[in-house]
């Protein structure tokens, strides 16, 4: 027999944000037999059916039309297209949001529409695609995912046999399976742990391992049975525009009949929507500070400049462990907080430059210019990263290209002209110190170019 909401309102589902500091969080025992509409005598299956049809509803009247949402041909070489589209997409929508995907989404189909044909990319390819979405290891599994699906021949097609792939978890293969192959099967990401902690007014840390178990079994059963993949999309884009996190839409919901949520906001005036699901305080990014050395190959610049050669950089790419890992970065090292004083920085990144690189600046260059340019913050999802960058312009005593030569085993060096650089794949945070040193370099041309001429003649005199 369906429960009365009012029932919850008053035994299990209260906020804790509401509680005091300390209190015990009240585990939930939300269940969809907890599922009921107000008013009408219907048993907790057929709420459920009701909540169904009313999300697909609403779905197909007001579901984005997105690039990666389109029908799949018949036959599997259809279904696999799907699964490929729904695979990028739901990896790029981890990072960001929708307009910004659309853009990246669109690039990366243009250039590699198969899974096998992604098969065939290079690392440094994909990272150069994948530039400025963040969290880099992402974009290598999805090439180490593609190649191990193009080497087996056949795009899986269960959830279960998609967590197999490289990179695939639980959301994802929830997706895939469900969208491109109509398995009944669940998916939990924020946008619906947002909507079924407010259809169920869960309380709990959605953050505990037995709170995101209670959210799965919920999505298992909510799904529904004969449009999985539409339903599971439903419930995502419900949370991303309806429902969402600080303004949801309850009087447009197509659900809000079901929430239990708002009948709580509606008998306490004290609880509202937005109190579900329980918001947990991130733990704080790990400080860190980095000298940054803009390294800048002045010779040669006359002979090369007609080809457009001028001004090389020197890039470093990152060991193919750890944090950006394989990306290419200017020289940089981490230095103690207490450290980052001009003078300890630059000994560091010398020290680094001639233990690590084998380039000894004093001995094998001349220094034309050596300046700090400034600061830079640039924020991980853990870390919190202070850059200082400086410009070094150096002219090398010998052959230049010899430099690329050196350096050990684990990482690689290039030297890259202000063209490329200009087009080339950075992340974001080396990007903003090219930027950064690039402004620097062109308000001392217009400075120099506002001195008189007869006092800058002087000045060289
Ligand atoms: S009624 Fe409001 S809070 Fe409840 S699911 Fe709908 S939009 Fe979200």
């Not at 036959?75 to 799907?82: H, L, V």
């Not at 020289?331 to 630059?346: A, I, W």
Request: proline share 5%; net charge positive.
């Amino acid at each position: 027999m369906a429960k009365s909401p009012k029932c919850m309102v008053t035994t299990s589902r209260r906020p804790t944000r509401k509680l005091q500091a300390g209190s015990a969080t009240r585990p939930s025992s939300a269940d969809i037999e907890d599922l009921a509409t107000p008013g009408v005598l219907a048993g907790p299956a057929l709420a459920a059916a009701a909540l169904r049809l009313g999300l697909l509803r609403w779905y197909d009247t007001h579901r984005r039309d997105l690039p990666w949402r389109f029908s799949a041909t018949p036959g599997p070489e259809g279904r696999e297209k799907r699964a490929y589209a729904v695979w990028v997409s739901e990896v790029m929508l981890q990072q960001t949001r929708v307009p910004v995907v659309v853009d990246y989404y669109s690039r990366w189909m243009a250039r590699w529409p198969t899974v096998e044909t992604l098969a065939t990319a290079t690392q440094e390819e994909v990272n150069e695609m994948w530039a400025g979405l963040g969290y880099y290891r992402r974009a290598r599994f999805l090439l180490e995912g593609a190649k191990q699906i193009a080497e087996k021949g056949e795009f899986p097609s269960t959830a279960s046999t998609l967590r197999q792939v490289r990179g695939i978890g639980d959301y994802t293969a929830g997706a895939i399976a469900s969208i491109a192959f109509n398995e009944v099967t669940p998916l939990v990401d924020g946008n619906v742990v947002r909507v079924i902690s407010r259809i169920f007014a869960i309380a709990d840390n959605p953050k505990e391992s037995s709170t995101v178990k209670k959210f799965w079994e919920l999505a298992g059963q909510l799904v529904d049975p004969s449009r999985p993949g539409d339903f599971n999309q439903a419930m995502m884009e419900l949370g991303a525009t309806l429902c969402s996190k600080t303004k949801p839409g309850c009087s447009q919901c197509p659900v809000s009949s079901h929430c239990q949520a708002l009948t709580l906001s509606h008998e306490n005036p004290s609880i509202g929507v937005t109190d579900y699901p329980q918001v947990v305080p991130k733990a704080k990014p790990r400080r860190d500070f980095a000298a940054v050395c803009v390294v800048q190959i002045a010779q040669g610049l006359e002979q090369e400049m007609a080809a457009g050669k001028c001004n090389l950089f020197l890039l470093i790419k990152r060991p193919e462990e750890g944090l950006l890992a394989g990306l290419w970065e200017f020289p940089s090292v981490l230095v103690d907080e207490s450290k980052t004083d001009s003078l300890n920085r630059r000994k560091e990144m010398d020290k680094y430059l001639k233990q690590l690189l084998d380039i000894d600046v004093k001995r094998e260059s001349i220094v034309v210019l050596r300046k700090d340019i400034g600061q830079l913050v640039h924020i991980f999802s853990h870390i919190r990263l202070t850059m200082h960058v400086e410009l070094m312009v150096l002219k090398i005593k010998g052959v230049v290209g010899q430099v690329c030569n050196k350096g050990q085993d684990s990482m690689k060096l290039k030297l890259v002209d202000e063209s490329s650089i200009d087009s080339m794949g950075l992340t974001s945070g080396i990007r903003k110190v090219y930027n950064m040193v690039k402004a620097f370099k062109e308000k001392k041309l217009l400075d120099q170019s506002q001195i008189p001429t007869r006092k800058r003649s002087r000045r060289h005199e």
